[in-house]
């Protein structure tokens, strides 16, 4: 095991993702790839500026939320970290990043901070662990 995908989004899950692969990556001397997904909502039409701000503080967010994961990883000794915030479906992204960047293993938190909505129609990690077509691992 070289390569661990740790999708993030600031929930406790996603936090004890990353204590989880923290141990692996120790272990096996790994490299730690931390994923950040924003998705916007359809904004009406006339309201594109405000799409432009809310993108960028996404981002930001994103950005914030990514730098405490690789401090955490960093304090308990990972060397190897791998970060990346990006815009999307968060399912589809961490799918696609894990197959561009050929990771062995895919940690996610079972639940995150979705929307009700997404409690609904599935969550991230379940379609995750559905759809990759690597090992997926849930963390609790």
Known sequence: ????LVPVDGSEQSHKAVG???????HYH????LLHVFKLTIVPEGLGEYVVSDRVQLRAL???IIAAAEDEAKGHGVERIETAVVEGDP???IIDY???????IIVIGSRGLGTFKGLLLGSVSNKVTH???RTCVIVR
């Open 1 to 4: 095991m070289e390569k661990i």
């Open 20 to 26: 989880f692969a923290v141990d692996l990556a120790n």
């Open 30 to 33: 790994a490299t730690i790839y």
């Open 62 to 64: 994103g950005d914030k």
């Open 91 to 93: 399912a589809e992204r």
């Open 98 to 104: 894990a197959k561009e960047h050929d990771v062995d």
């Open 131 to 133: 759809r990759a077509d």
